[in-house]
């Protein structure tokens, strides 16, 4: 579909959702009839798409666990709520699980600045060189997904998060099934793609005991490249629901190898005596397994062509990860108005993300010659003219969530902790790549001869939050509460770069840097009218704390330089959000026509975010603090308003149309400074102008719609996916262009014999990407002007399911 049709689809979007609020007004303007008993939902009904929280504060939706699988079997948490309003999620994958390849906004912040948690623990913040959790994806296999929540406003003060600056993205498991069982489903598709899930369910046993043990496969080529993305997932879970409490035990195994896409680098125009910039691919594949043709990439002395600029091939590169995480839980029922629960979890991962690249890219010569002066290097490393980058990552993270709940009279206050203490560490080390033993992405690398740095950093973490929730009366709820944050974060550098070796760094810093607020508050309300209409409005304050990686990024342990890290200290602050929430829920039933109900929520918001960290150069003055290593600084302020409309439109029993429409604004409220340089021998501030320029990578619009059809057996869903126009760049001077994917999902179900041994058996067929639409799928902000980098929308690609219980 072109952008102009698209731009038609949006257009025709908002007039619909106009109508079914005119429709909606209508509708509350008429009599009211006189109450029938509620009918039962047929039992081919078709399900509803998105369900509003009610009596909550602040905005928040959740889709179930099996419209995930209706989208795609398999589907990962976070891909899935692309279906919900305000979320712009893209990754390379038809799943959503390659982690690198990946762009998530909500109201204008980024994925790194969102809280997420898996049935109340900690995921931490979704950062690729991860340090203090896994991703959803890692946590859970997408088949026992009970639910996902998603607060796009202000997650709730007791989300167990470090970096829930625009809400939060709460995923939850399923519980045992009360009778024995299984249940089984095998996935084929494009590209090779292969999916098996096994899941047995003990059914309830010594009264009130029941667990699942479940397993999942997945191998599926990319569509640009040969490498195979997949892996093996194990999950178990156990129950024990008693009259004094409930017992929850859960055990999650990840060992996933996920070959990366190479993004590709755009300059517009291209820079002067840089004839190369021009060389944009439209994909960037690796050569794997194709050994021959990447040693015929090279020449003999292992350069590749000077003419794909930073646009080079790489032999392969991936991201390995295994991953545990458990966690013992006791929902603990101390009196009829008293509920305490206390969770206990750890989670150990162990991985790295390996490059197999030339090894005279950029500032490569340069580095490896300060480990071996005057060699020659391509002999040094194998003889291939490649090398093997890696970046080894461990996390050890023990915690614990403790949460008092108790109703006294119109009052329900709760009351909870939460403590984590993790210890990570990242290793960057160099690999010979050997001409006659060359590896593969699924290999782990043996024999280093370079640890170019190491980092390790022992963080604790303690929130603590309080908050009463006081029916005023029968249709009015008031809340309000407050949190106190403390994080604690000690680093320390076993290994550290030759100096001169790591760009714009005299070496790692070490140390402890502490962030705390003690106040950060929530006050909100929740007016009932008409039966279940509701009125909200919520405003709180969320902290961000500052990043404890020694691998990069805007952590204060990736620093350049001692003087650096110590400056930081002293003058920066964390980043802050006030966010405020206005909005309308609710659910009626219509006579209008083909229309026969309609329900969902309308909300407004307004955020001022402070304290904006960004890694900049530093100025002359602070050049004489920290030498020349970059610094990462507050740069100002943003301020975003936008508003959230999602309505389900109920035609009969059978049929039903889902729309979300989004619009948001973003717009940083400061330019600023950027090193300096020479003006007539006078050292001048270099300004970057980005006061009034808006949120690069976030669209302004974007609509979701999932028409759904359901009677008897048969089922289909076709769900569109429009993104804005998004900036590339700080200042705005470069933007992709919007686009519009189509997907279709049609199964049936067939009804087998009361004697065989499996049940609901089911064949469904899902295709991506319908109207093979192509452009810039994601966009990778680094630069103020000039430069971005891509990745393509991937094509159209095809899966068949088939599944059954047993």
């Not at 032999?315 to 206990?344: E, G, I, M, P």
């Not at 100025?619 to 959230?644: C, F, L, P, Q, Y």
Request: aromatic residues 12%; proline residues 5%.
């Amino acid at each position: 579909m072109s952008n102009k049709s698209a731009r038609h689809a949006l257009m025709a979007a908002c007039a619909f959702a106009a109508l079914s609020s005119a429709a909606m007004a209508r509708a509350a303007e008429a009599p009211a009839p006189a109450p029938a008993p509620a009918a039962a939902d047929p039992a081919d009904a078709v399900e509803q798409v998105l369900v509003t929280s009610l009596s909550t504060t602040r905005s928040a939706v959740q889709l179930s666990g099996s419209e995930m699988q209706k989208i795609l079997p398999g589907l990962s948490p976070l891909k899935a709520i692309q279906t919900l309003p305000g979320v712009t999620y893209v990754t390379a994958d038809p799943w959503g699980n390659n982690e690198q390849n990946t762009s998530m906004f909500i109201h204008g912040f980024n994925g790194q600045q969102l809280g997420y948690t898996l049935d109340g623990v900690p995921l931490g913040d979704q950062s690729y060189g991860n340090y203090n959790g896994l991703s959803p994806q890692r946590a859970v296999i997408s088949e026992v997904v009970g639910k996902v929540i998603l607060s796009s406003g202000a997650g709730s003060l007791g989300i167990a998060s470090t970096s829930n600056l625009g809400g939060a993205i709460e995923t939850f498991t399923s519980d045992p099934r009360g009778e024995f069982g299984g249940q089984f489903n095998q996935t084929l598709g494009s590209y090779s793609a292969t999916r098996t899930f096994l899941r047995v369910d003990t059914g309830t046993f010594g009264g009130n005991n029941s667990l699942y043990l479940a397993y999942a496969h997945q191998d599926a080529r990319a569509w640009d490249f040969k490498g195979h993305q997949g892996g093996d997932q194990a999950n178990l879970k156990y129950v024990r629901d008693g009259d004094a409490g409930k017992l929850t035990f859960y055990l999650s195994y990840s060992d996933k190898t996920e070959p990366n896409e190479d993004g590709t680098t755009r300059y517009v125009p291209s820079r002067p005596g840089k004839p190369y910039d021009s060389y944009q691919p439209y994909t960037r594949p690796f050569f794997y397994p194709d050994f021959h043709a990447a040693l015929d990439y090279l020449d003999a002395a292992g350069n590749y062509p000077a003419s794909e600029g930073e646009n080079y091939r790489n032999y392969f590169s991936a991201a390995q990860r295994t991953d545990y995480l458990t966690y013992l839980k006791y929902d603990a029922r101390l009196a009829d108005n008293v509920t305490w629960s206390n969770q206990v979890y750890y989670h150990d991962d162990h991985g790295r993300g390996i490059v197999a690249g030339p090894i005279r890219v950029a500032g490569l010569p340069a580095l490896f010659n300060f480990y071996f002066p005057g060699q020659d290097l391509k002999k040094v490393f194998g003889n291939s003219g490649y090398a093997t980058r890696t970046t080894e990552y461990q996390i050890d993270r023990l915690g614990g969530v403790s949460t008092l709940n108790a109703t006294i009279g119109d009052h329900q206050i709760e009351a909870g902790f939460w403590y984590e203490h993790n210890k990570s560490s990242a290793y960057r080390r160099w690999y010979p790549f050997d001409v006659n033993h060359p590896t593969t992405p699924y290999d782990v690398p043996t024999g280093w001869l370079i640890t170019q740095y190491g980092s390790e950093i022992d963080n604790k973490v303690y929130q603590a939050y309080v908050q009463d929730q006081w029916r005023i009366r029968p249709d009015l709820i008031l809340q309000g509460g407050f949190k106190s944050s403390i994080q604690d974060a000690t680093g320390r550098v076993p290994v550290q770069p030759i100096v001169g070796s790591l760009a714009n760094s005299t070496g790692l810093p070490e140390g402890n840097i502490k962030t705390k607020e003690w106040f950060l508050p929530q006050l909100g309300a929740v007016w009932t009218f008409h039966g279940d209409d509701e009125l909200f409005v919520n405003v709180q304050k969320n902290l961000r704390h500052f990043q404890t990686y020694g691998g990069g990024g805007l952590s204060p342990f990736s620093l350049g330089s001692q003087a650096a890290f110590d400056d930081f200290k002293k003058t920066a602050d964390p980043e802050t959000a006030w966010t405020y929430e206005l909005g309308l829920r609710g659910r009626r039933d219509l006579n209008l026509g083909p229309i026969t109900g309609v329900d969902g929520q309308l909300s407004v918001y307004h955020v001022d975010f402070s304290n904006r960290l960004l890694g900049v150069a530093p100025s002359a003055a602070a050049i004489s603090i920290v030498g020349g290593a970059s610094i990462v600084r507050n740069v100002g302020n943003v301020k975003t308003d936008g508003v959230d409309m999602a309505l389900t439109f109920r035609l009969g029993d059978h049929f039903s149309f889902y729309d979300a429409l989004s619009y948001n604004k973003s717009t940083y409220q400061d330019d600023y400074q950027n090193g300096t340089t020479k003006v007539n021998g006078v050292d001048t501030p270099v300004i970057v102008r980005t006061a009034g320029k808006k949120i690069p990578g976030s669209p302004e619009w974007l609509n979701k719609f999932v028409a759904s059809a359901n009677y008897g057996g048969f089922e289909a869903q076709l769900i569109g996916d429009y993104v804005g126009e998004r900036y590339a760049t700080y200042t705005n001077d470069l933007k992709v262009d919007s686009f519009m994917l189509l997907s279709l999902q049609v199964s049936y179900s067939f009804q087998t014999p009361a004697n065989w041994p499996i049940k609901d058996l089911k064949l469904s067929a899902n295709i991506t990407n319908l109207g093979q639409e192509k452009g810039d799928l994601n966009v990778n902000v680094s630069q103020a002007a000039g430069s971005y980098a891509t990745f393509p929308i991937p094509p159209r690609q095809g899966f068949v399911t088939l599944s059954t219980r047993f």
